[in-house]
């Protein structure tokens, strides 16, 4: 058995088209021209790409690694090809605006073509997901001249780009940074540091890369508030738009890791390598940060993206495997035994791994509507609404979709038994690359941080609101309801919500006095967050189902799955609601007991 | 920074002398010779092997491996010398019996050993553990000759051992296994097939390798009642004992694992090789059980082992490790940054770790005089009591341990924040080592299942009978404690001893009508009694730390921070119990609701 990866298309024309219709921030007449017809198309499309092409090079890839040699960084075999094919069917283009040669795809959308791709191969993510990155922050932020230069390349994914951020120093704490960028008197700079943990930072896909590097001016403020942003390109591109000479950048060597071989993670040396402001002098954070919030959103998709394909390779597993007997009687008098997924405790993880990925992707599509609206929302008040909701809800996404990821990708394993832990089957790839997702663009621990610290309280809770009030209107509207189940889990719900609502006041009070008290709430906080917001997803998906089944629909056994996936998450999935809520409750006190140095 | 470990001395002499003094099983006379000065120079003397000897060879042997050529199993560079070293100290006949050339250690003592061993180096335990494993089988099962033939070598680790049972189509299910063994007419058998996942099934530590074979007789029944055990030596020995011709065993390959590099994990034909009978005919499982048993009690060893480096190695990387400051204000001015130890999340890490295996080793420690007690015990009655909690006892530290030492290594992962998943820091290494411990000697599943299955009903709960009285009697004698912090960590005890005994109740009665039921509840009933079973180790442990700082003592670090960890144990560990308690109750119609087709 090998890894085992189809577009899980139904359940994701259902979170596009089904679960929201109709609700929260509106109609956006901007993406008018994709029609239901054409994204489903799109979305039939990279199904096949991902199947085809990038599946069967993610274990190959993983074996085989990238490699440097004199310099220079290859990646594994068969990458090349696949990355010409991905750039030449305009995939890279997916989500930049038409202005500069993008498709304009809405991110509803291209959000799912995102899971897609790293659940099929999140190695080769890494390459177009950096330089859609770069490409943001340079459309933000960079001047015309600079916009004109480097997006359309970059857009079309003929040039790639990357976030030079971290130094082997300093992680977190961007304050501490020591590269240093010199005026040459001519408008450019001179770049001279030494960045690490550098993703898609060399290597042989694209004719040239585009680093955005953090760095210090001469006479910088000290921290963070003394930071530039600056464009260097590994080839300084001639007037005409090919490639120049070099550009000083060197690869220092690349990183030898736990998993995401196939992905160049670099340390990159910059040698009085030239380069341009983007933006403001000293303002480069902030620049960077609309990078890094993007960002955040995506790389909780690829947690949600490893942790499908971990569901459907262990899925196919628990089919075809043979050990044991039902503990109710023989299932399968033909076979020797039964297949092991007649075994509760196997259930028990599979339907886990189920509840966290269909409850990660409604979230997340959620989530991507409040992208879109806040871009193209159809007044200031929705798009304020839809921006606060995403600055509330990104660190979540990052934090709990890859949290959850490693959790699935560990329950895979498991059902694999003995199996699971041989590198041949390619499932203990799943846990190794997922591992990843918790630790970059902040770890999940920074993301809680940012959750109570900078949006729990923030203009007097203003950015929880649209959760919660979406949350509470659910539970009123859903109040009605005859259907026994669902009022079972409406209930499960309000009990969840009003526990999530006591924690907050109490963090939001606590931390007044004492910043302390908000960090020690943080991870359980960020936790019961992502509780009441999956099972606000899968209350509205029951409902949806329930009222379609009672419709009568040829598509009976989608709809009465989702009804057993809802079931499932509010019986076996939402009690941690509970743990959680105990957890913040008991305070800092005994967590901060043990002096330092007593440890 | 790399991989820190020193045994945890003082925590080991607390578990073993003090926590449960004069409690539980009785002495044991024939243990006599063991007084605390011997027992303490012995815990010295391994923790001066395991740091200087085993740990540095423990992130070398992960990345050189274990290799084949031309059919020869080499170990990595280093693995000889340490094994000679290890053998000639006489650490191998640690715990055999005297008679047979063994020290005759308690186990009370010996698994503190072995968790020094397996935390310094987990690959390196499973050499002589699989030796200690058929050792005991051979022990308790084969005639006098093969005894007197194989014992004394085995014993003092000249000789190597293992267990052959799995096949690549059965695990779990040994009725479908196909090796068979026919009688040779001289009263051996000529052993004919091919097995698996045999831990040190080929390697150059030792001169012989003796491997316990599971293989059907000729005419045998079908299924677990067809089984037999052979004895079946790599190189047939002469009259003198000294190592003769080859036994046609071939190492057909060895495994690609995630981890445990440094331990061959071999592929084993047999082709018609010599081989003898131990124990009775059709009887092997019984004899093999005897083996697992123990095995899975030392597994679970291994768990905590490598969660005690893991934490070790984390608490140091968080006290050197320089990243913003502290919520409270700045803790360290003399430096650019605070240490990151400061963080009230990184402290909530910290202090999981710790509690998880400061709570495993005393419920490890607990078990451990239940062995003790069930071989060596005063009378029938006490031996009857220990050995059942011993099988009560069994699956948990097997699934607990295991479970909570992958939890352990990756959190601390997650405190070294990217630096974690590069390979050169060493702590990714405990992720990948640890993932094997929940998966071999029977899935943590299959615990789960043999808790509910075959111990939680058998004998009316004879089995579960020592652990409920043991907690109750606790709860009874602490309630008269007039400490506040006592109080409410008896209170919290009662609470979750509770939900234990009405899951037990639930359990037991819905598994009469429906095996199924069990199943569904299998896996978090398993925690719950490790969460109350630790609880139970921490209240004993506080409620001592707080007597000895009332009486005055020099060493009131080591029990203020007891009393800490403590403290968080049931602040933020132990309401993991209602999640589990709740996921319990809600039974299996959820959890079996999709057809087995519609995942």
């Not at 550098?198 to 694209?206: N, Q, R, V």
């Given at each position: 058995m090998a890894q085992v990866y189809e577009a899980p298309l139904r359940d994701m024309r259902f979170v596009l088209h089904e679960l929201f219709e109709g609700e929260d921030f509106g109609d956006l007449p901007h993406f008018g021209e994709f029609t239901p017809d054409l994204t489903d198309a799109i979305l039939d499309e990279a199904a096949r790409l991902t199947r085809d092409v990038l599946l069967p090079l993610n274990a190959s890839g993983d074996a085989e690694g990238c490699t440097i040699e004199n310099g220079v960084v290859r990646t594994p075999a068969g990458f090349r090809d696949a990355y010409a094919q991905f750039r030449d069917g305009g995939w890279a283009a997916l989500s930049s605006p038409p202005e500069w040669g993008g498709q304009g795809l809405p991110e509803t959308v291209n959000k799912l073509v995102e899971e897609m791709i790293c659940a099929a191969n999140l190695s080769f993510s890494l390459y177009p997901g950096l330089t859609h990155g770069a490409t943001t922050a340079i459309l933000g932020h960079a001047s015309e001249d600079l916009k004109r230069a480097y997006l359309p390349k970059m857009v079309s994914g003929e040039w790639g780009g990357t976030m030079c951020l971290t130094e082997a120093h300093c992680g977190t704490d961007l304050g501490l940074l020591r590269t240093r960028a010199e005026p040459r008197g001519d408008g450019s700079f001179a770049v001279t540091g030494s960045k690490i943990f550098?993703?898609?930072?060399?290597?042989?896909?694209?004719e040239n890369i585009i680093h955005l590097v953090l760095a210090r001016l001469p006479d910088a403020p000290r921290g963070v508030k003394g930071i530039s942003l600056f464009l260097v390109p590994k080839l300084l591109p001639n007037d005409d738009g090919t490639c120049g000479p070099r550009n000083g950048v060197a690869v220092a060597g690349i990183e030898h890791k736990m998993g995401l071989k196939a992905s160049a993670t670099c340390q990159l040396a910059f040698e009085e390598s030239i380069g341009w402001l983007v933006g403001e002098p000293n303002k480069g954070l902030a620049a960077m940060f609309t990078m890094m919030n993007a960002e955040r959103v995506s790389v909780g998709i690829q947690g949600l993206g490893v942790g499908e394909i971990a569901y459907q390779s262990a899925v196919a597993y628990a089919r075809e495997r043979l050990q044991s007997r039902a503990l109710s009687g023989t299932a399968r008098p033909d076979l020797p035994a039964d297949p092991i997924i007649v075994h509760p405790d196997v259930r028990r993880m599979l339907m886990t791994m189920r509840a966290y990925t269909e409850g990660s992707r409604a979230l997340g599509q959620w989530v991507s509507r409040a992208l879109d609206a806040e871009a193209h929302g159809a007044d200031p008040e929705t798009r304020q609404r839809a921006s606060d909701f995403v600055a509330m809800m990104t660190p979540v996404v990052k934090a709990l979709f890859t949290d959850l990821a490693s959790e699935t990708a560990n329950l895979g394993v498991q059902i694999y038994g003995g199996h699971g832990f041989i590198r041949e089957h390619g499932v203990e790839q799943f846990v190794r690359d997922a591992r990843i997702t918790q630790l970059y663009e902040g770890t999940n621990g920074v993301q809680a941080l940012d959750l109570v610290g900078r949006k729990l309280g923030a203009h007097m809770g203003r950015y929880l609101r649209p959760f919660f009030h979406a949350v509470s209107a659910q539970l009123a509207d859903a109040a009605k309801t005859s259907a026994r189940d669902l009022a079972a889990w409406r209930s499960s719900l309000e009990q969840s919500f009003g526990m999530l609502q006591l924690s907050t006041g109490t963090i939001a009070q606590k931390a007044l006095k004492d910043a302390e008290e908000a960090g020690a709430a943080a991870t359980d906080y960020l936790r019961l967050v992502g509780l009441v917001g999956m099972g606000h997803c899968f209350l509205k998906a029951a409902r949806i189902a329930r009222h379609r089944l009672g419709e009568g629909t040829d598509e009976a056994d989608f709809y009465t799955a989702k009804l057993a996936t809802a079931g499932f998450f509010f019986d076996r999935i939402l009690p941690q609601a509970t743990a959680a809520f105990l957890s913040i409750k008991s305070g800092k006190r005994s967590l901060m007991a043990l002096p330092a140095d007593a440890f």
């Open positions: 550098i993703s898609s930072g060399d290597h042989d896909l694209t």
